[in-house]
């Protein structure tokens, strides 16, 4: 009887864990909605980026570098980015910040842009991009991220 119930609660004991963890699993969203437009946002790290590619628009690859990525797109299936302002900052957990300098990439009708920035090993970056949409009209996203 007595290992019935220990069966029953490490059972019970797994259910509930498993129920806990499944609550707590986010999706990360890459994407902000505003009116038509549809803002798009990555982080990667430079070594994504094939030399070739990289000395082209003249972008670092380094082990310690990674760039943000910001484009924006009609809403209504648009897939080739649109011209925009953008500027922002990287906060780690200790409220430093940095800059965020974005460069406008155009291949062929397609623009979006890129910000180079350096990190630590396993550093946790809150990022804020001012996003100045084609229609003149200013928006900030917010998005957290671990290096």
């Known amino acids: 009887?007595?290992?019935?119930?220990?069966?029953?609660?490490?059972?019970?004991?797994?259910f509930l864990t498993?129920?806990?963890?499944?609550?707590?699993?986010?999706?990360?969203?890459?994407?902000?909605?505003?009116?038509?437009?549809?803002?798009?946002?990555?982080?990667?790290?430079?070594?994504?980026?094939?030399?070739?590619?990289?000395?082209?628009?003249?972008?670092?690859?380094?082990?310690?570098?990674?760039?943000?990525n910001v484009s924006v797109v009609k809403k209504d299936g648009g897939t080739k980015g649109l011209s925009a302002e953008m500027s922002g900052n990287a906060t780690n957990l200790i409220q430093q910040s940095r800059?965020?300098?974005f460069k406008e990439i155009r291949e062929g009708d397609a623009v979006y842009y890129l910000a180079p920035l350096r990190f630590e090993k396993e550093e946790t970056l809150t990022f804020n991009v001012d996003v100045t949409l084609p229609n003149g009209k200013k928006q900030t996203i917010s998005f957290r991220r671990k290096l």
């Open 1 to 14: 009887m007595n290992r019935i119930f220990n069966v029953a609660a490490a059972l019970t004991l797994l």
């Open 18 to 68: 498993t129920s806990a963890m499944a609550q707590q699993a986010r999706v990360i969203k890459n994407y902000e909605d505003f009116g038509d437009y549809r803002v798009i946002f990555s982080v990667f790290n430079s070594d994504f980026i094939q030399p070739d590619i990289a000395q082209q628009y003249q972008l670092v690859r380094a082990k310690d570098r990674a760039y943000v």
């Open 99 to 101: 800059p965020l300098k």
